[in-house]
T-cell receptor, first 112, second 115 residues
């Protein structure tokens, strides 16, 4: 099993560009989440999903969109990249709530 | 409001020393879950432990032990006889029964173990 796979691992964007960070899991987990990690701030929840077709906002959702059309995939869209979105992004999945989360390897995004 | 505080930003120890990482949490929920994750220099996040609010028993797993005290809202993590491979950033996190997949992370403690 591959677990949680994020692509790309690294990305540089220009301000104003859009892009999609991909996240796929092969564990048939219902719950999936996106976090961003910034120095000194830990991980903060951007968006999450408790199943296909269901998404909700986390702590820092502005500037990001998500959708969940399948159980396996949970892409994160940056609509118009800003330097403040420079961060490391982690996707996570878990079989149900309040249990161990499995994290992807992360995507390091730089917006110039 | 939920909050997790890891007051120790960075700790340095010499190999074989014992080290305790502190975690203090805030929640209004009576049912909640506490976690510790490890982030080694390679960057991935590795699950270490999950504890629910009704289980205050301490847990030991090899060189790792966890002390959960509801009276002080703390969930501290001790590494006994530390090793260089323990060098990592350690995160404490909280989730509440009413917000099932919202993990609230602390800011992390960077542990450096020197040979």
């Amino acid at each position: 099993n591959a677990g949680v796979t994020q692509t790309p691992k690294f990305q540089v964007l220009k301000t104003g560009q859009s892009m999609t960070l991909q996240c796929a899991q092969d564990m048939n987990h219902e719950y999936m989440s996106w976090y961003r990690q910034d120095p000194g701030m830990g991980l903060r929840l951007i968006h999450y999903s408790v199943g296909a077709g269901i998404t909700d906002q986390g702590e820092v959702p502005n500037g990001y969109n998500v959708s969940r059309s399948t159980t396996e995939d949970f892409p994160l869209r940056l609509l118009s990249a800003a330097p403040s979105q420079t961060s490391v992004y982690f996707c996570a999945s878990s079989p149900w709530g309040n249990t161990e989360a499995f994290f992807g390897q992360g995507t390091r995004l730089t917006v110039v | 409001a939920q909050k997790v505080t890891q007051a120790q930003t960075e700790i340095s120890v010499v190999e074989k020393e014992d080290v305790t990482l502190d975690c203090v949490y805030e929640t209004r929920d009576t049912t909640y879950y506490l976690f510790w994750y490890k982030q080694p220099p390679s960057g991935e996040l590795v699950f270490l432990i999950r504890r629910n609010s009704f289980d205050e028993q301490n847990e030991i797993s090899g060189r790792y032990s966890w002390n959960f005290q509801k009276s002080t809202s703390s969930f501290n993590f001790t590494i006994t006889a530390s090793q260089v491979v323990d060098s990592a950033v350690y995160f404490c996190a909280l989730s509440e029964a009413q917000n099932t997949d919202k993990l609230i992370f602390g800011t992390g403690t960077r542990l450096q173990v020197f040979p």
